[in-house]
């Protein structure tokens, strides 16, 4: 007992002052998490996840009670409350790298960062497997705390884990895995590991390079749209809403779904190139056709229905995705007879198959 008895005494009143202090560390999580959402919706940066926690009795025990590597008896954590500094702990969990870069700047914006540390460069400076993951420190400066009237949480520290989805499925399941060192692995199982490794890294950064050609391609369509060279640009739903707002005007109304069910329809209607379409309906204007057939004002979406409705006659209703839907044929051969009653000539744009 000699030697135990200090060690175990030491562990035992760690724990129990930490129990007294646990619900300030979970309310300090949930306030560093709620400036982090709030900051990350302000600049627009969107994340998978916000998880917040603070750390559970029984993991602090086993934290407390680990012994110095140097003097056995010697307990690791001297001061627990102050030393270990992942108490209240916050992870952040993106779509995409370059999230994680975006992040690491809001961090720093909004606390003060005692540490940062890379996870995955010290994994591999130790030739060991683990999740790649950036991990900081934070404190709230004590004159921020005044300011966010949270002076009880003058002093306390938060570990923030930031990572990606692939990131963090490693994360979820290193638990499992029991090999850590390139020294005790099985060559067989280091290369499956190895592979898996770069696979994970290979598509973290094909998902980056895919976001970034799909912002560089929207960026394009939408410069295209305004130089009319509409025969380079695809009908996606961020096209769709370029065009539109060019021929029709914009409409804050319209919500971003619309668009990609007006992108399908086009496929729908045989259409390949917004050439084609602004050929299609070239001869209409939408506004006389809209009070013709609807007898009543209408939205952008809608009024560009319309111009379909008339250029393509009862095609529009035959190849249109709703054409089953109850009441869809009735509501859409009214408006067409009306066009017609009113001199407007109806279906001289054929579908191309």
């Not at 108490?87 to 370059?98: S, V």
Request: neutral net charge.
């Amino acid at each position: 007992m000699g030697l135990e008895g200090p060690f175990a005494a030491h562990t035992r009143e760690a724990v129990e002052q930490y129990q007294w202090k646990k619900t300030d560390y979970e309310g300090f999580a949930n306030e560093v998490a709620n400036l982090l959402e709030k900051a990350l919706s302000t600049r627009q940066i969107t994340y998978a996840s916000i998880q917040k926690r603070a750390k559970e009795i029984e993991s602090f025990r086993k934290k407390v009670s680990k012994r110095s590597g140097g003097i056995p008896y010697q307990p690791k954590y001297a001061n627990p409350l102050e030393d270990i500094e992942d108490l209240a702990g916050i992870r952040i969990i993106t779509y995409f790298l370059k999230t994680v870069e975006e992040i690491d700047k809001v961090i720093y914006e909004l606390f003060d960062v005692k540490e940062k540390q890379n996870k995955g460069e010290v994994l591999e400076q130790a030739e060991q497997f683990g999740y790649q993951s950036v991990h900081y420190i934070v404190s709230i400066a004590p004159e921020k705390l005044k300011i966010l009237e949270m002076p009880r949480y003058t002093g306390l520290k938060a570990e923030i884990q930031v990572r990606t989805i692939l990131q963090h499925a490693w994360a979820e399941i290193e638990h499992d895995i029991q090999y850590k060192s390139l020294e005790t692995i099985p060559n067989t199982i280091h290369r499956r590991f190895s592979a898996l490794a770069g696979l994970l890294e290979i598509a973290d950064r094909e998902f980056q390079a895919i976001q970034d050609d799909d912002k560089q391609i929207r960026v394009q369509a939408r410069q295209s749209v305004e130089e009319n060279k509409l025969e380079d640009v695809e009908i996606t739903a961020d096209a769709v809403k370029a065009y539109l707002d060019k021929l029709l005007g914009p409409d804050a109304r319209v919500v971003e779904g619309s668009y990609d069910l007006t992108a399908s329809m086009l496929h729908q209607m045989g259409f390949k190139d917004f050439r084609g379409i602004d050929e299609c309906i070239a001869r209409y204007v939408h506004r006389d056709l809209s009070s013709i057939a609807w007898r009543a004002k209408q939205g952008q979406v809608m009024r560009f229905e319309t111009l379909l409705l008339a250029a393509l006659g009862e095609n529009f209703i035959l190849r249109h995705p709703r054409k089953n839907e109850s009441g869809f044929k009735e509501k859409y051969s009214q408006a067409l007879s009306r066009l017609k009653q009113a001199g407007i000539e109806v279906g001289k744009c054929k579908p191309v198959d």
